[in-house]
C-alpha cells in the first residue's frame, strides 16, 4: 500500500465529501497508508472548532484519523509556509512517501519544490486517479468535486476548472 501524507487542507477537502456516496475520505484511507504529522491534527482541531463547512469536515477527519498513523516531526524554522504543511512536507521527505495531498493551490510551487522524491497531490487529481484506476465512475468525481469546489469556494479557481475538464470516464 502506498504511502500518503496528508495536510490540513486535503483532509478538509475529504472530510467534506466524506459524507456522500463514494465516500472519498474512506476510500483515501482504504488505499493509501495514510501519515499526518500532529502539526496537522492540531490545525484540523483548530478548524473544527467553526461551525461552517470546514469546521464540520475537519470534524470528520478528526474522527477518521483512528485510520491513519500521526507522527511527530521537528519544524524546519526556516520553511515560508505554515506549521501543518511545514511538518507535512518534513514527514514526506522523511519517510520517503510517494505521495502528498495538499490542496493549498496558492502555494503549490513552493510545497512541491520542497519535496524530495514525494509526487504532489491535490484532491481534483486524487479523484482523476481514482477514475483511471477504474474504481470510480468519472461523473461520480464530478459531483464529488462540484460538492468540494462549492464548500471549498474553488469554483473560479483556474486549476480546478482545468481538473474537472479532465476529469472523463475512460
Known sequence: MPDLVADTSGLVSLGIAAGSDPDLLSRCLDTYAVLVPEAVVDELRETASYDDDHGRAADVALDRLSDATVRSVDLDE?????????????????????????????????????????????????????????????????????????????????????????????
Open 78 to 170: 526556516e520553511f515560508p509556509l505554515d506549521d501543518g504543511e511545514n511538518a507535512a512536507v518534513t514527514l514526506a521527505n522523511e519517510t520517503g512517501a510517494d505521495l502528498f495531498l495538499c490542496d493549498e493551490f496558492n502555494r503549490l510551487g513552493l510545497v512541491h519544490a520542497s519535496l524530495a522524491d514525494t509526487r504532489l497531490l491535490t484532491t481534483p487529481t486524487l479523484l482523476s486517479v481514482f477514475v483511471r484506476a477504474g474504481g470510480m465512475p468519472a461523473s461520480e468525481a464530478r459531483v464529488l468535486l462540484d460538492e468540494i469546489s462549492s464548500a471549498r469556494s474553488w469554483d473560479a479557481d483556474t486549476y480546478v476548472q482545468r481538473a474537472r475538464s479532465l476529469l472523463s470516464d475512460p
